[in-house]
């Protein structure tokens, strides 16, 4: 992707722009409030409360999302679990998508890769070891199929990388097989509970 030659005026709205979002950031409204500091070199204490605020917000959004789910399972008489599989990957990987696409834009594809790439790695070892350390894991039907689809899309891009070895790349075809996968899933899905 390459992004598109910019004029003079482009130049001047972006840094516009940048301007006006710095004068929204945390590091500004600290200023505002008397405290002076470098923001290249912040202090370990802001480091710190940022980081505990941040954590602190995000599992305040995570016990409401799936509360949420739980809520409108029951309301709609759908399997939670069913519900989770479809609403859990959209609302987690969307932001992940975006972040990378971003960033693909920007010419930082190094960082857009390493984001995708951190993050399946952390999704699926940290999470996982909590969720097998916690539950029953109980699957049920709908739990069985989505790993089963899970697999079948892993072992595709498995044998396409093999196949490619040599030619060092992994098509986009590739990733669009296995992310079909996952509508062949909801069609299977949607399939099974309006019948």
Known sequence: MRTPRRTAEDIEEQLEARQAFDELTFARLLERAGLDFK?????????????????AAILAGARFFATFVEDFSHAMGFNTLLVSLILAPLATELPEAANSLI?????????????????MVFQS???????????????????????????????????????????????????????????????????????
């Open 125 to 195: 070892t940290f999470p996982v070891t909590i969720g097998v350390l916690l539950t029953p894991w109980q699957l049920g039907q709908y739990g069985v199929i989505a790993a089963v689809f899970a697999l079948l899309s892993a072992l595709l891009i498995l044998v396409q990388l093999r196949l490619r070895a040599r030619e060092n790349a992994l098509p986009l075809s590739a990733l669009m097989l296995g992310g079909s996968l996952y509508v062949v899933f909801l069609g299977y899905v949607l399939y099974r509970v309006l019948t």
């Open 39 to 55: 923001e290249t070199a912040p202090p370990l204490w802001l480091v710190l409360a940022q980081t505990i605020i941040a954590f």
């Open 103 to 119: 960033w693909t834009r920007d010419s930082k594809d190094v960082i857009a890769l390493g984001n995708v790439a951190g993050a």
